[in-house]
Every structure is written in C-alpha cells, then in structure tokens.
C-alpha cells in the first residue's frame, strides 16, 4: 500500500523550543517528498521538498527535513520556533508508478506556538 | 503574477443541489489539480485536468466533476450534494503536473452543504 502518516495531530511548543514533525510513508517504488504548510485562512505554501542527492534538505523560514530511507521518514525540524510558525503542516508523498505518478498527503499535523 | 485564484470564496447549499467551482490557474501553468481538504481527513486528491484532458483521478464518486477550459481555468461540479461533502476545496496549479514540480495552491472554497 501507498501511504503517508503524520502520527502527531497536533504538536505545541513554547516559542524559540525545538520542534520536530514527524512523517512517514510506505512505499515499494521511489518517492519524491514535500513538506508544504498552511496558514490560517490561506492555501498551502511549499515548504521544501526531496527529489535526490543530499538528504538533508533546508527550505524557507528555517525549517529542514531529513530523508531517511531505511526508516521510510522525512520528519520535518526547526532549532528554534516562532509565533509566527503557528500553522498546520502537511508532508506529502509522490509515488513514482510505473505509468502514473500518485501524490498522497498526510493528515497535517497543527504546531501550536505558545510565548 | 497573480496567484491561484479560487471563487467563490464560501458557499452554502442544501442536500440534494449541486454547485460549480472555479480555479483560474497562474498564468502558464498547464496542470490544475483538486483536493478535498477536511478535519482529519487531511487532503484529498480528486483530479488533476492538463491541456483540457483528465490526466489523474482519485478515488471519488462519479458525483464529483471537472473539466478545463483552453485557457487552463478549471471548474469542478458535485451533483447531488451529500452532508458529508462538507469540506474546503482547493485547487493548485503547476507548469506541466509532474510528480517533481511545486504545487501552487489558491485559499479554497468553502463548501458547507446543510
């Protein structure tokens, strides 16, 4: 089966904290990897995404993700939050079908921010 | 450049109507996609339309609809509407749809069906 899981529905976190997303996927063919985050009252934006080469990816606002093959991961980190970063993240997985591409997304995960 | 542009921004409907969509992708952009977005649900794909022809289809009932137009806007229509289609729906937009390339998404309509 095809999958993404956010296993965290929710994740608060005290301003200038560490913080981690978690996301992981199942698959038996090769993936591309996002991470794309909501806003409130705005659509999703990207975050970063893993096509190939280095696994540690960096993207905007801070935020990277480490793509781990053997454990079918792609968790998403920042060393230290803001207010602002208050959002609902969404990983999203392209399974690369012979044929046909399947993008799958998460469930997102809410990041409370808290002063 | 303007963004994807999504209308209308709400709409309220009752059981048993349907209700049209609209995307109007950013300019150049070919492929347009849908999703279904709800409380722990997460995002849903419906369909993805490019150069006016259904490319991709999620796993939807025949209720749910689109199409393209020859300048890359898209409309999706649900007949029929159920309580459970209750739901923001947006749309995104990409130069050619490809599983590699950046979505751009617009704010969403939306839907609530009473």
């Known amino acids: 089966a095809q999958s993404v899981t956010q296993l965290d529905s929710q994740v608060p976190v005290f301003e200038e904290a560490p913080v981690e997303l978690r996301c992981n996927y199942s698959?038996?063919?090769?993936?591309?990897l996002f991470w794309y985050v909501q806003y409130p009252n705005q659509g999703l934006q990207l975050l970063l995404k893993y096509l190939s080469g280095s696994t540690l990816v960096k993207g905007i606002n801070g935020f990277e993700a480490e793509f781990n093959k053997s454990q079918t991961s792609f968790h998403l980190r920042k060393p230290s939050v803001h207010i602002s970063d208050t959002a609902e993240y969404f990983c999203?997985?392209?399974?690369?079908?012979?044929?046909?591409?399947?993008?799958?997304f998460g469930t997102g995960t809410r990041l409370l921010v808290s002063p | 450049k303007a963004g994807v542009t999504q209308t209308p921004r709400y709409l309220i409907k009752t059981r048993g109507q349907q209700v049209t969509l609209s995307c109007s992708p950013i300019s150049g952009h070919r492929s347009v996609s849908w999703y279904q977005q709800t409380p722990g649900q997460g995002l849903q794909f419906l369909f993805e339309?490019?150069?006016?022809?259904?490319?991709n289809k999620g796993n939807f009932p025949g209720r749910f609809s689109g199409r393209q137009f020859s300048n890359s806007r898209s409309e999706m229509n649900v007949s029929t509407l159920e309580l459970g289609d209750s739901a923001l729906y947006l749309c995104a937009s990409s130069i050619t749809g490809l599983a590699n390339e950046k979505l751009f998404f617009g704010s969403g309509t939306q839907l609530s069906v009473l």
């Open positions: 698959s038996s063919v090769s993936v591309y």
């Open positions: 999203a997985v392209a399974f690369m079908n012979t044929g046909f591409q399947k993008l799958v």
């Open positions: 339309y490019f150069s006016e022809t259904q490319r």
